[in-house]
């Protein structure tokens, strides 16, 4: 069945570091691959998504870029701020209707950035 | 602006109770789906819905009922309350769209079991 690993928190940065999330998955065909992002005490919310080979996903300064070779979604951000500060999810889905965009999850990343 | 609402924010219940959570979305959305999140374990689907009237299992439906009337509504039945039930449940609602939209998810439901 599909399966997405990505790496294990939590992970300390200091604001203005560089951050970087790896993800990879296992999936029959060609599935969308997503970001979520939890804050403290939230629900999930999209942070980025990209639905085939060598698209990039990008939002709030946030890159990842889908690998099709390597299986692989990673996130990255260039600069951290203290609000970014949160659980972040790698996910896929895939296209077929009866399978209803149910999502699969990556165990989450905890992410806490400090002043 | 509602969204994905959920009730109830909190919950204990005791060994053997029974309860529902409910789910409601008002997107007019067809997929809608019910998810437990348990620490290091990201998110689990445990039942989901394509439409009214259609629903099926996900990865951990033991233990847990749904049924799906209308378009805006979801509950999930707890039947009969184990402590391995305490988690975080989180509905969540789609467009179809081939497996290209953002899933939208509710602020969640911390249920204790004690």
């Known amino acids: 069945g599909d399966s997405v690993t990505q790496m294990e928190g939590p992970v300390t940065l200091s604001e203005e570091a560089f951050l970087t999330i790896n993800c990879t998955y296992t999936a029959t065909g060609y599935p969308s691959l997503f970001w979520y992002v939890q804050y403290p005490g939230e629900g999930l919310q999209l942070l980025l998504k990209a639905t085939k080979a060598d698209d990039k996903g990008s939002n709030k300064g946030f890159e990842a870029t889908y690998r099709k070779e390597t299986t692989s979604f990673h996130l990255e951000k260039g600069s951290v701020q203290v609000s970014d500060s949160a659980v972040y999810f790698c996910a896929l889905t895939t296209r077929r209707k009866a399978a209803g965009n149910k999502l699969t999850f990556g165990g989450g990343t905890r992410v806490l950035v400090k002043p | 602006n509602a969204g994905v609402t959920q009730t109830p924010k909190f919950q204990v219940l005791k060994t053997g109770q029974s309860m529902t959570l409910q789910c409601a979305q008002d997107?007019?959305?067809?997929?809608m789906s019910w998810y437990r999140q348990d620490p290091g374990m990201g998110l689990r689907l445990i039942h989901y819905s394509v439409g009214a009237g259609i629903t099926d299992q996900g990865e951990v439906p033991n233990g847990y009922n749904v049924s799906r009337s209308t378009t805006e509504d979801f509950p999930l039945r707890l039947l009969s309350a184990a402590p391995s039930q305490t988690s975080v449940y989180f509905c969540?609602?789609?467009?179809?769209?081939?497996?290209?939209?953002?899933?939208?998810f509710g602020q969640g439901t911390r249920l204790t079991v004690v």
């Open positions: 997107m007019n959305h067809e997929y």
């Open positions: 969540a609602s789609s467009y179809s769209g081939g497996g290209n939209t953002e899933a939208f």
